[in-house]
């Protein structure tokens, strides 16, 4: 059984910078791929940012490209997302996940039932 805890979310102003992480109780992540999605009200999860396990291999969604960058902090056994130059349309909750089943080493997964666990989610809301 694995535990994902996200934190970092909150209001902020269109430009602003922010961070939000999600650590783990019950395996080592840095072992198994990992993902970020996004749900803003009245649409679909959406793909954010995935890392490859041992994070040798990242990747952002084209409308995030440049501006959101996704890294392993192993000390802390969490990984982050650090989301600069933030717009409106990225008010959302942002959920990590996590998989845990069979995995090719180096890929990015993303679609969401690759994944087998999911955190709870934390809200991220910019203003204009």
């Known amino acids: 059984q694995v535990q994902l805890v996200e934190s970092g979310g909150g209001l902020v102003q269109a430009g602003d910078s922010l961070s939000v992480s999600c650590a783990a109780s019950g395996r080592t992540l840095s072992y198994f791929p990992m993902g970020w999605f996004r749900q803003a009200p009245g649409k679909e999860r959406e793909f954010v940012a995935g890392?490859?396990?041992?994070?040798?291999?990242?990747v952002v969604a084209t409308s995030v490209k440049g501006r959101f960058t996704t890294f392993r902090d192993n000390a802390k056994n969490s990984v982050s997302l650090h989301m600069n130059s933030l717009k409106p349309e990225d008010t959302a909750i942002y959920y990590c996940?996590?998989?845990?089943?069979?995995?090719?080493?180096?890929?990015?997964?993303?679609?969401?039932?690759?994944?087998?666990?999911w955190g709870q989610g934390t809200q991220v809301t910019v203003s204009s």
């Open positions: 890392i490859s396990s041992r994070g040798s291999d990242t």
């Open positions: 996940a996590i998989r845990t089943s069979g995995h090719i080493s180096g890929r990015v997964y993303y679609d969401a039932p690759e994944y087998d666990y």
